[in-house]
């Protein structure tokens, strides 16, 4: 094929026949790594510096593709934007094999041929492993401002339950009394957490790989510094086969997701559970509930529902990318091209459901009647009844048998552990006294869980508190 109808592509030289059109189509990124143009733009500009340095650009030059490189940047690409043929850039998307070639069509159209130095010492390998990187980690941070509005929303929510209790559950069976801003803690302490894996990817994966070349390294003695601090990362990645194929960056993200994903699932399964009139919990806020078609007396929590198909997904994408990674021998192979689908999927899902969550947490009103009334029957304060006997010097196996029978004595007669006579009581044990009483309310039963990360009111205020702090120092710090 002659070179004037040859279609443009990156690498067509050594070819003599063009590529079959089905084939053409179906092997291009661009459909969706069009996602990556900040990325892109901005690791090209890197590079632009430091071709610059090693004196492949002339300062003038240099100027003029970093501007052309801003003016192809400013392009607003859409989804849409792909059918519309009156877009500016239309014939590079029709064109373009992936967001690589497309900025190089579009940086000539606007600079002309000098565009084609761009490319000095530099593969699109390391190109996309850059892009990625730089995705994942805009993806990063605003993921965790996401966690943190979450976990604001439900410290205050915490707050403003004050003291009211619930029932906790082991084996879903009622266990002992918490407090309600016990439980929702308990979502803040997984957050933190997620916040904290978060971090520490973020911080294992900023590297440079600018400067790997296609597998061994860039063949022009280039300053990779120049680019690495140019695209805040910490340093140059230190090896260029493991640079050009490495993906942990984007495998860790998206676990790390699979795990968030996992947290939010079981909050949305609570609540979920705790809307049924069974439970009554909760009065579905109906901003974010759906009716039913067929049935007119329907109020479904379709929010929390998603949320937990949702997730699902996001276990999809770690998966996914898992396989994707076990077997490839070093290093870059095109499989990887299809690692990046998981990445956006999984990071605007998430995005999606944080973007959700911190409002539906606000208009979360509970039915504290009902959450006391099944926190102050069903003797959940039999434990605290145990620990009566045993500060009384009572071994506990033998408390724990006596306040057992006084169990089976109430359930037999259909009467709570307070409603037992002292009489009666005695019956199972001498150490029972009058103020067997007082140590077996709903307070009593909070209170004797004064320990560190337990529901005693006093070091749930505390737990409160602290969580606020930790959470407002983690907002100022740099992520
Ligand atoms: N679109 C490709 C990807 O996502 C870019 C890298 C292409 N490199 C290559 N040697 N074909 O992986």
Redo the contacts with the bound molecule.
Sequence with gaps: MSEQNQPTKM?SGRFREPLDSGFEQWQR?FPF?WRLLPQEIAASTAHARVIAAAGVLTSEELDRMVAGLALVGELKLTESEFHNPNFPAAASIAQA????HFVELELTRAIGDLALKLHTGR???E??ATDMRLYVRDSIDAILEGLRSWAFALVELAETSSDAVMPSYTHLQRAEPVLVAHWLLSYVSMIERDISRLRNARARMNYCPLGSG?IAGATLALDRLIASEALAFDAPTPNSMDATSDRDFALEFTQALAVIGLHISRFAEELTLFSTAEFGFLDLPEAFSTGSSAMPQKKNPDLTELIRGKSGRLIGSATALSVLIKGLPLA?N?D??EG?EPVFDASRTMQGMLAVLPAFTNSLKFRYDRMAAAATSGYLNAMAAATYLSNRGVPFRKAHEQIGHAVRFGLESGRELNALTLDELKAFGEHFAEDFYDAITIEAALDCHDVIGGTARARVRAALEDARSRIAVDVEQPA
């Design positions: 690498w990124s790594d094999e992936d967001i690589h593969s699109r390998n190109q996309i296609a870059y095109k990887l091209q990046q």
